[in-house]
T-cell receptor
Framework: AQSVTQLGSHVSVSEGALVLLRCNYS??????LFWYVQYPNQGLQLLLK??????LVKGINGFEAEFKKSETSFHLTKPSAHMSDAAEYFC??????????????FGAGTRLFVKA | GAGVSQSPRYKVAKRGQDVALRCDPI?????LFWYQQALGQGPEFLTY????????KSGLPSDRFFAERPEGSVSTLKIQRTQQEDSAVYLC?????????????FGPGTRLTVL
């Protein structure tokens, strides 16, 4: 069974500092990996996804993530935090189902705080 | 041409009442998902539709939970005899195709509070 672990339920950084949100996964097959962001009172929206092409994936708002198979990791980074980055971030893994379609497993989330 | 919409946005129910939560996916999207998100947690998978077919309902927590998508577009999640542990945000998402690589587009959710 697939699973996702996000290390750190809360991360606090200063504006302009590096953002690093950690995600480790377990999967018996090559995974499809995602990062979603949830702003207060809004639905989740996709930041970026890994679909077995380039291991370094660039997303919206300056975020990127690197797929490292040897470490089963897909950490999210941004070189310089902005106040508007304050939100909840979810790592997720999807797999195809024998019954058709696919199923997505989400991590518990990491809340990012950005200090002025 | 909007995104995924859900109604109601907020629902308060007394324990034992039945509730129905509606999801309007993006037009033309084949796949539709329901998730339950408890406070401080990530979304947990409930069920999956491919057009009108419910292909996976392994995440439904009990037989009090029922979902349908009869015409392959709008979906309803029904919870019978609500319990306090059902209090959560219920999220609906849709995607254009049926691939594991597909992006899911989420609605704003319905916050259910069971008193």
């Amino acid at each position: 069974a697939q699973s996702v672990t996000q290390l750190g339920s809360h991360v606090s950084v200063s504006e302009g500092a590096l953002v690093l949100l950690r995600c480790n996964y377990s999967s018996s097959v090559p995974p499809y990996l995602f990062w979603y962001v949830q702003y207060p009172n809004q639905g989740l929206q996709l930041l970026l996804k890994y679909t077995s092409a380039a291991t370094l994936v660039k997303g919206i708002n300056g975020f990127e993530a690197e797929f490292k198979k040897s470490e089963t990791s897909f950490h999210l980074t941004k070189p310089s935090a902005h106040m508007s980055d304050a939100a909840e971030y979810f790592c997720a893994v999807s797999d195809q189902r024998n019954t058709g379609g696919f199923k997505t497993i989400f991590g518990a989330g990491t809340r990012l705080f950005v200090k002025a | 041409g909007a995104g995924v919409s859900q109604s109601p946005r907020y629902k308060v129910a007394k324990r034992g009442q039945d509730v129905a939560l509606r999801c309007d996916p993006i037009s033309g999207h084949v796949s539709l998902f329901w998730y339950q998100q408890a406070l401080g947690q990530g979304p947990e998978f409930l069920t999956y539709f491919q057009n009108e077919a419910q292909l996976d309902k392994s995440g439904l927590p009990s037989d009090r939970f029922f979902a349908e998508r009869p015409e392959g577009s709008v979906s309803t999640l029904k919870i019978q005899r609500t319990q306090q542990e059902d209090s959560a945000v219920y999220l609906c998402a849709s995607s254009f195709l049926v691939q594991g690589t597909d992006t899911q587009y989420f609605g704003p959710g319905t916050r259910l509070t069971v008193l």
